[in-house]
């Protein structure tokens, strides 16, 4: 077993040269482009090292250039393909691909880094390559936008950057009842820097003067200031420090201006909803914000809504816009003279160093009457979320160098602190039904104003008044309107807690207690109309009253119909995920078949539980249901209105009144149209509230027969 000792070294030199041969073909293959490139994104170093060696390597049939250059110093380059590139024979055409010009939509830039080195392997190979090549000058630009492809992420659509919002308030996570939200949005426009700096100063500032300064301290034991620094951080990423101008980054990352994004009041608008829009919407649903300001830049002034115009197709003839006031104009005018006035330049009104706009009376201005805009968020904060906004436009330059914000701090400081404080002027307070349960669902106006708002999803409310004397008129489906007359007071918020009552309630027979300081006037109409209608309880559930209401027969009907044909009854308590409705049709079997509802409405609980019972002839669509109520030789019949489906009803064959045969369904909540599809295919499911049912069950029972 003897080994000649030269063996392995043999062996090992000629693994040696196979390996280094391998190493060399690959080399050359690389050198000359005809290695496969990796599938695999490439930044611009890479993209860059990529096309220098397709091109030193292929000079009789690729040449890179360079366009110029991107914001932030990168070269745009194109490579041209075709055979001898240097030179240019007459009619051999011109063709390009340009790529990546949005940086984040990053396959294109890579498909053109897959199509370069495919053109040249198979150059002499490929007969339709080769007459590509020979008779067309290709030139490709794989990234337009290199800037923005560093800036992207890979595997997101969007940037995938959080909008922030901190929350300054003593205790944050308590909300006591009637304390207001105001809210803070800065940088909507990823280039207007300044906002976005500001509220990074504001927010120390309240937290360190907390417990030193009286107003600051004021302010956040009795308000929930909520501040978005940058609700466009990718455009902020994609912006520029120094550039006054322009709209580099002004854009979210799909090249959209959010504030041209958002359902428009007065023309449609068909841009399509990005991921801010639609966050900083489902903020302002879960949050009843009462106040807001958006901070921009690019001019020194407050503007106030409007922002569009019923007539801007008209306006555009003409040299001037005209103004487009809402109905709050007063109120508007005032608070955005708060802030300007008290701004250190603002109220002067000069125009801006560039001339891009000749200066504002008082540094304020109805935003249509600037120049009027669509899709706007200040117009949908008054109109669609009932929040008074307006639009700060705090720096002539919109990114200007960072050693211009002490100043900005400095001019701005007084304005940001006090206009949050004017969400404490006008009229606040509850409204609930008469027993003290709020009512989530109701409208509001104030006379003489014609836009409505809402309450909270609590039932409180509020709005912001100058002082004077106004009349209140709130609504909501199932209960009586209310006229409420009251005073604002300068200096002083007034506090309006209203009752409603049921519609049928005879009136009389309750203290309906509005503030007490105040009169009542009951608006009724419904009963007016309706003189047979009336009322009796029948006691309690628990601990709540249940209101009858007996209508006559023709009357009773017909509001049944109306309340239940107003879907808006149903969505308003689903999308308010507040209340847990259960509809139930009953036939009286009094009067020989004829029918004679007893019909009945109330709240049940404190999450506002309503309960309706009403004629079966409403929902004559039903399939009959066979709920048997009582003991009574003719049994009455209950089932679920049409509303949540005919073919969907509870049957209770035996024992009438044994609460687990009843199928409860509860309202799953959020979305209307989806919310009546899921309570009918919860109605299979017995819900444990049976007590509660049982209890009220029995009371029916006994009030039916007495009847
Ligand atoms: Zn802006």
């Known amino acids: 077993f003897i080994r000649t000792p030269m063996r392995p070294s043999y062996w090992c030199m000629s693994a040696m040269f196979v390996v280094l041969f391998f190493i060399y073909l690959s080399a050359v293959k690389l050198v000359r482009g005809q ?30 250039y360079s366009i110029g250059k991107s914001v932030q110093g990168r070269d745009l380059w194109v490579l041209l393909l075709t055979k001898n590139p240097h030179e240019e024979p007459l009619l051999k055409p011109n063709v390009k691909y340009v790529a990546n010009m949005h940086g984040n939509e990053a396959v294109g830039r890579e498909l053109m880094l897959q199509l370069i080195p495919y053109l040249l392997n198979n150059y002499r190979t490929d007969p339709y390559v080769r007459s590509l090549l020979d008779n067309t000058r290709i030139h490709i630009m794989p990234s337009m936008n290199p ?11 969007t940037g995938g950057r959080d909008l922030w919002v901190l929350l300054l308030t003593k205790n944050p996570h308590e909300e006591p009842l009637l304390k207001p939200n105001v809210k803070y949005v800065a940088n909507m426009h990823g280039n207007e820097a300044v906002g976005r700096e500001l509220m990074l100063q504001l927010i120390p500032y309240l937290l360190n003067n907390y417990r030193t300064d009286p107003y600051v301290r004021s302010l956040l034991d009795n308000t929930r200031i909520h501040i978005m620094p940058s609700m466009n951080p990718d455009g902020f990423e994609n912006s520029v420090e120094g550039q006054c101008t322009g709209g580099q980054g002004r854009y979210n990352i799909r090249g959209f201006d959010l504030n041209r994004n958002f359902p428009d009041h007065f023309k449609a608008n068909n841009k399509q909803q990005q991921p801010e829009t639609e966050v900083v919407r489902e903020w302002m649903d879960s949050v009843p914000f009462v106040l807001s300001a958006n901070l921009h830049g690019g001019a020194l002034v407050a503007s ?26 007063d109120v508007f005018k005032h608070l955005a003279s708060v802030y300007s006035l008290n701004h250190l330049t603002m109220h002067l009104g000069h125009p801006c160093p560039d001339g891009s706009n000749t200066g504002f009376v008082n540094g304020t201005t109805n935003g249509a009457q600037w120049y009027p805009l669509t899709g706007g968020m200040q117009d949908y904060n008054y109109i669609r979320a009932s929040c008074l906004e ?88 199932g209960y009586n309107s209310l006229e409420q007359q009251f005073t604002v007071e300068e200096g002083r918020i007034t506090i309006l807690n209203v009752q409603l009552t049921p519609i049928g309630l005879v009136v009389s027979n309750h203290s309906v207690s509005v503030n007490a300081t105040h009169s009542t006037k009951l608006t009724n ?3 007016t109309n309706a003189p047979n209608i009336t009322t009796k309880s029948i006691g309690l559930t628990g601990d709540k009253h249940i209101y009858v209401t007996i209508p006559s027969v023709t009357d009773g009907q017909e509001k049944f119909a109306n309340l239940l044909e107003s879907k808006q009854w149903m969505y308003n308590n689903a999308v308010d995920n507040c209340v847990n409705a259960l509809l139930i049709c009953h036939q009286s079997i009094r009067g020989g078949g004829t029918l004679r509802p007893p019909s009945l409405l109330s709240s049940l609980n404190n999450n506002n539980n309503a309960l309706l019972i009403s004629s079966p002839a409403i929902s004559s669509s039903s399939q009959p249901s066979k709920l048997q109520f009582s003991s009574s030789a003719s049994p009455p019949a209950i089932g679920f209105s049409s509303l949540l489906r005919p073919n969907h009803t509870i049957t209770l064959a035996s024992d009438p009144l044994a609460p687990h045969q009843y199928s409860w369904p509860t309202w799953p909540s959020r979305r209307g149209q989806a919310n009546a599809q899921a309570v009918t295919s919860d109605l299979t499911n017995t819900a444990p509230i049976s007590n509660l049912f049982s209890s009220l069950s029995n009371r029916i029972n006994s009030w039916t027969t007495n009847w």
């Open 35 to 64: 290695q496969d490139i990796e599938l695999t994104y490439h930044d611009h170093q890479a993209m860059t090292t990529l096309l220098t060696q397709w091109a030193q390597s292929n000079p009789d049939l690729a040449h890179l």
């Open 147 to 157: 800037d923005g492809f560093e800036n992207s992420v890979e595997g997101q659509c």
């Open 525 to 527: 109409n419904r009963q």
């Open 304 to 329: 106030y809504p409007y922002d569009n115009t019923p007539n801007s197709i008209l306006s555009q003839f003409t040299l001037h816009s005209s103004e487009s006031r809402t109905p709050d104009n």
């Open 390 to 477: 307006i639009t700060l436009e705090l720096s002539c330059c919109k990114y200007p160098p960072r050693q211009d914000l002490g100043r900005y701090w400095r001019e701005n400081k007084r304005s940001l602190l006090l206009y949050l404080g004017e969400v404490h002027r006008g009229v606040k307070g509850m409204i609930t039904d008469v027993n003290g349960n709020a009512i989530t669902t109701s409208t509001l106006k104030i006379k003489e104003r014609d836009i409505a708002f809402k309450s909270s999803k609590r039932g409180e409310f509020w709005r912001i008044l100058l002082p004077g004397v106004y009349t209140l008129v709130i609504t909501a489906d």
